[in-house]
Structures are given as structure tokens and as C-alpha cells.
């Protein structure tokens, strides 16, 4: 996700576009840009980083005072994180301008439509494309430009927040919604049109939603015309009072950015889909695999690198990669793979998982990877990373920036991408058949509202972690594709509250750790019905017997652990492929809670940074 922010008005806009892009870091940081207009004189400044080096950027320019503008900071989807790419983009003819939030899901089909009447294009991205889409319906059709974008949109699939402008009429600007936030501040006679209200929030309290489909005509001294895109309808806009302050909208009003971020997994797993599953063709379009195919298909082993929860990510990968498409796989912590001289063939295909794609250990031992000859196809959520660089070829997460140092929506984004991968890899090898592929990509597809369901059902969760203040150990097991999840949900508790946690592979119990059961230690124990249910309830029996304190994640339903659990916890009934995003997120969850009631500081745990670049 990016953040835009646009003023149209009596004040300086330079100052109100800087310091509110400022405020929108959190929403992305990899590039920047702001184009302000004054008279016949304009200035359009891009940089790669921050908005710090854009506010650097503008200390020489000429233009010092302008009274509209549009500014972008970008978390890159389409194109590297860098000047080219950074918004805004301007169309061909130089007369409009573009920022963007959002995924144009069939940009390369306009762009060849725009690329045969003679458009170039200096950019990567899906939103140069727009710009000129816009430009070409405007001129091609004699357009206002309102009538442009209304116009231009009804063709585009994908999500956006939009802000255009048109040179000629500089007394206004024109936004649309579909599928990414906007927000319109209306002050005394100035607008500004933002991703949230944290940039204009101490100038006005007055705002306008819009809402998907919507597009809104902003002009000086004249009323605002808001419409729907799709019944063409004139839409009375209503005016709000914001209540909120500054830090709760960057925070969405959640109280820490890790609880926000674990209430947009739905929305993140969405993104990670977006254009990737098409259940009408029941295809997994991953363009990367495409280009490799022929890898994937004479692979012979399938070595996955990671740290930390993406090494959990990988574990689950593991499962899911051998079951569906019977492929050896290795997981490794990229830590001990680095310096363990290890024994690769032309024939493996390495896949390092990393949220950030700067973790030193990942990229180590990439590096080692590639000095061995294998081929190296990376899982990463930032584009144009230090890792993703490093790689051959590689597939994003789209998870949207993740700011709490717990990994929480950039786990069960990495675990979709490996599903999807691994029933494209099923595919190809024709390890599984087809209609066991289209129903586990209808699963897949359901993931988003079903985990929606599921956080609308916290109470029990809450009312739980208050029995584990004073726990100063906990046990987590799970068997199968239960197990990674024991593992990331122990590391969940360790990080955030710093109590003892460990994760086991249920049946391990029985080899040492089941001393240390009594009625002090709390078990976590992942007990879905499908996979080993039978074993895990007799692991669950064996405990109970020992008088341990029994949390078990069940199945929608289950009445057997019901009688023998202390606390049950109730995820949706799936696939087995599917627990380990559905199990994890109580997980997250509980530890949220505990850590809050422990007064801890959730999104920076102590000794913690949320990318480990040093060794
Ligand atoms: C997980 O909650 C931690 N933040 C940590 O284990 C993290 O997963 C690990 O450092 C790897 O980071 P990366 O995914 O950015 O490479």
C-alpha cells in the first residue's frame, strides 16, 4: 500500500504535501514524490528513500509557493523502488498527473492498446499506465477531465486510489476509489484528498469518505460533485467530524500496529491473490513460475532458506510443497546453511523466504546458494530489497508494509504464496488431479471472508490471555502442518511477552518434555480434524493426565477435545493445507493479549528490530 496526499487551496501546498507525506511513512517508504503547479510554472521532484530526501530534494527548487499539489510515498508493487518509478507520473502530452495507490490488475493490456497508438513509457509501473489511459479517453473522446476518469475507469480491473490533475485547469482535481482508502478533508476553501486523515487532521475534522466506485470533482469555490462510476448517479456527499488523533489513524485506530496488522490479513491475503488465482480457468497465474517452468518441472530438490517465522513459513512449505507435488524439499535456517559449506546440484531450485529482504543471515546464504550454482527463486514482502535483488526470479507477498516487529500478515501471506506455488508445481507435475486442484483453489479463494469471520469472534481469545499473566512457561504442539504452527505461534508468545515458550511436534512429547507437564504449564496444543486428530487427542489425554493446563485450537464443532481441553478455541473447518493460516491466527492473538496485560511494548519488543541486517 502507498500513501498519497493531495491540496487544492489558498495555502502554501508544498509544506502541507511534505510534512503529510511525513505522516504517511507508515503506509509505505521505498520511494517519494510531489508535483506543485503556480501559474505556468511547475516542479514535479521524485526521489528514491524517504520523504526526508524529497524535503532535501525541494530545498533548491524555484518554486517555492504553489496552491495545489499532489504528493505520493510509495510501497512498490509494479517496477523497483526508484525515481522512475516514484509518483507522481505524468502523462505523455505532459498535461496530467497521476498518484496511485492500488494494483491496476490489467495494465499490460492497456499498455499495449497505448504502446500501438504511439504512447512511451518511462516507467514500470501500472500507474504510468493509467495516466495515459486517462490522457488518451480525454483527447480521443474531447473529455473534461472528470469525464475522462469516469471514462477511463470503467475499463481498468484492479484496485486504486486515485488523485489526477490537469495542467490546464489548475483549480482542480479529480480522485476515485475502488478497493484502496481515500479521504477527503474539506476546509475553508481548500480541499485535500489523502489515504487517511493523518495529513490535513490540524487543518480540518471535516471529511468525506468515498466509498468503492466513487469518483469526486474537487473545484475552488465550488461545491463538491461526488459520483458513482458505475450507475452514473450524482452522490450527495456526506460530511463527517473526525474524532480520532493523529497516532490512532495511523494506527487505524487499533492500539499497536501489530493488532492492526493481524486485522488485515484478509485484506493482505486478498492483495497476495489479486490476479493470481483465476478460478474461472481454475489457473494459478504466477508470472515468475511461468518464466521457469522448465526449472520447476526438472527440479529435483527444493532448498528453502529463512530466519525466524519465515523460516516457519518455510516449514509449512515443506509439508505443502511434498505432499501436493511430491518434490524433496529441505528447509534451512539460513544462519547454519551459510557456514555449512553446503552440497547443492544444478537441478535444486533455493527459494529464501524474508519479509523485509534484508535479514544478513537470508542474504548470506543466498549468496552462497548462487556461488554454488543453484537457482534462486525468492518469497519476499518488500519490493526491490536487498534479497529480491539477489535472487533470479522471485514472487511478492503484497502484504502491505509491516511495521510491528512481529511477523504477523507477512506469515500467512508467504504460507498462500507457497499454497499457491505448490498446486502450481502439483500441476506441473501431474502429482495431484485436476479437480482436487479446483477445489483447494476455491478454499484458497475463500480464505479472505472466512478470516474475517473468525476475527469478528475475539472475546474468548481476550478472556483467555488473562489466565497467562503469570505463566512464565508454555509448551505448543501440533503435528503435520500443525507443527510449523506450534513453532510460530510459541515464538509469537517468546517475542512479545517474553514468557518461555517452546514449540514440539506433538509426538515428541513423549521424548523429554512431557516432564515438564504439571498444573503451572499452559499447552497449547493444535488439534484440527483433519491430519492425525486420533494421535493428537491421545497426546491431549496423556497431558490431561498429568494435570497440564490444556488451551487446544479446534475445529469448528469439535466436542471431543471440548471434554478434555481447559479451553478450546474454534477455526474454520478446511483442508488440511489450510490449518496452518486458521490455527495461527488465535495464536497471534493470544500473544497480542498476554503481552498488552503484561504491559509489554507489542510493536517493539525489547532486544528486537524488525529486520535483523547484522549477523
Ligand atoms: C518474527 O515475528 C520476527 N520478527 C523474526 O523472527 C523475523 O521473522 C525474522 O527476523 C526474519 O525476518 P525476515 O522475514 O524479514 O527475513
Known amino acids: 500500500m502507498c500513501g498519497i496526499v493531495s491540496y487544492l ?42 520523504v526526508d530526501d524529497l524535503r532535501k530534494h525541494f530545498e533548491t527548487s524555484l518554486l517555492k509557493e504553489a496552491h495545489v499539489g499532489l504528493g505520493h510515498t510509495r510501497w512498490a508493487t509494479h517496477g523497483k523502488p526508484n525515481q522512475i518509478n516514484a509518483h507522481p507520473h505524468e502523462s505523455n502530452d505532459g498535461s496530467l498527473v497521476l498518484v496511485h495507490n492500488g494494483i491496476i490488475e490489467n495494465y499490460e493490456s492497456l499498455k499495449t492498446i497505448l504502446v500501438e497508438k504511439g504512447y512511451r513509457f518511462k516507467s514500470e509501473t501500472d500507474s504510468e499506465v493509467l495516466i495515459n489511459w486517462i490522457q488518451e479517453i480525454k483527447n480521443s473522446k474531447q473529455l473534461t477531465l472528470g469525464e475522462a476518469v469516469h471514462w477511463a475507469l470503467q475499463t481498468v480491473v484492479g484496485a486504486y486510489g486515485i488523485v489526477v490533475f490537469d495542467k490546464t485547469q489548475p483549480d482542480t482535481l479529480v480522485t476515485a476509489r475502488l478497493g484502496s482508502p481515500l479521504v477527503i478533508g474539506v476546509g475553508e476553501d481548500e480541499y485535500f484528498v489523502a489515504s487517511d486523515a493523518t495529513p490535513f487532521i490540524q487543518h480540518t475534522r471535516n471529511v468525506i469518505y468515498l466509498n468503492d466506485h466513487e469518483m469526486a470533482i474537487l473545484q ?62 481454475s489457473k494459478i497465474d504466477l508470472s515468475s513460475m511461468k518464466r521457469n517452468e522448465d526449472r520447476f518441472i526438472h527440479a529435483t530438490r527444493i532448498i528453502i532458506l529463512g530466519c525466524g517465522t519465515s523460516w516457519h513459513a518455510g516449514l509449512v512449505g515443506e509439508y505443502l510443497i511434498e505432499t501436493l507435488a511430491r518434490i524433496p524439499v529441505e ?6 546453511f551459510r557456514y555449512r559449506n553446503p552440497i547443492l546440484y ?20 543466498v549468496n552462497i546458494a548462487k556461488e554454488n550454482g543453484a537457482f534462486i527463486y525468492g518469497i519476499c514482502n518488500v519490493v526491490g530489497a536487498t534479497i529480491p535483488r539477489a535472487t533470479d526470479d522471485g514472487v511478492y507477498t503484497h502484504a502491505g508494509p509491516e511495521i510491528g ?50 476475527l469478528q469472534h475475539i472475546e474468548p481469545i481476550q478472556h483467555l490471555a488473562k489466565t497467562f499473566d503469570t505463566a512464565t512457561n508454555c509448551l505448543y504442539l501440533g503435528r503435520g ?27 515428541e512429547m513423549k521424548h523429554g518434555p512431557i516432564a515438564l507437564i504439571d498444573e503451572e504449564m499452559p499447552v497449547i496444543v493444535i488439534a484440527t480434524k483433519k491430519g492425525h486428530y486420533d494421535k493428537i487427542v491421545s497426546n491431549i489425554q496423556e497431558i490431561k493426565s498429568r494435570k497440564g493446563r490444556i488451551i487446544a485450537i479446534v475445529s469448528e464443532g469439535d466436542e471431543t477435545v471440548k471434554k478434555l481441553a481447559d479451553h478450546v478455541i474454534e477455526i ?44
Not at 489558498?10 to 509505505?28: F, I, M, S, T, V
Not at 459520483?227 to 473526525?242: A, G, V, Y
Not at 506441473?428 to 483447494?440: S, T, V, W
Request: hydrophobic residues 40%; negative net charge.
Open 9 to 50: 487551496g489558498n495555502q502554501n501546498a508544498l509544506p502541507l504535501l511534505l510534512d503529510g507525506l511525513q505522516r504517511l511513512e507508515y503506509r509505505g517508504y521505498d520511494s517519494a514524490g510531489i508535483f506543485i503547479q503556480a501559474g505556468d510554472k511547475a516542479h514535479n521532484g521524485k526521489v528514491s528513500g524517504k
Open 220 to 281: 475552488k469555490n465550488k461545491p463538491i460533485e461526488v459520483q458513482h462510476l458505475k450507475s452514473n448517479t450524482p452522490i450527495d456527499p456526506e460530511i463527517e467530524k473526525l474524532h480520532w488523533n493523529l497516532e490512532d489513524i495511523q494506527k487505524g485506530g487499533y492500539d499497536h500496529f501489530m493488532l492492526k496488522e493481524i486485522f488485515e490479513q484478509p485484506q493482505a491475503i486478498k492483495n497476495t491473490l489479486r490476479g493470481r488465482v483465476n478460478l474461472e480457468q
Open 331 to 336: 528447509v534451512e535456517y539460513a544462519s547454519e
Open 346 to 365: 544444478p537441478t535444486d531450485i533455493v527459494i529464501p523466504i524474508s519479509q523485509s529482504g534484508e535479514t544478513a543471515d537470508t542474504l548470506a546464504a
Open 405 to 454: 516487529v512481529a511477523s504477523t500478515k507477512a506469515f500467512t501471506s508467504q504460507v498462500v504464496v507457497l499454497i499457491m506455488m505448490a498446486l502450481k508445481l502439483a500441476r506441473l507435475k501431474n502429482a495431484l488431479p485436476n479437480d482436487q486442484i479446483n477445489e483447494l483453489l476455491l478454499e484458497l479463494n475463500r480464505l479472505p471472508e472466512n478470516l474475517e469471520t473468525l
Open 481 to 507: 502442518y500443525n507443527f510449523p504452527v506450534a513453532l510460530e505461534g510459541a515464538l509469537k508468545l517468546k517475542e512479545i511477552s517474553y514468557i518461555h515458550a517452546e514449540g514440539y511436534p506433538a509426538a
Open 572 to 615: 474454520p473447518i478446511s483442508s488440511e493445507i489450510f490449518t496452518p493460516i486458521y490455527a495461527t491466527l488465535p495464536l497471534q492473538l493470544l500473544s497480542y493479549y498476554i503481552a498488552v496485560n503484561r504491559n509489554c511494548n507489542v510493536d517493539q519488543p525489547r532486544n528486537l528490530a524488525k529486520s535483523v541486517t547484522v549477523e
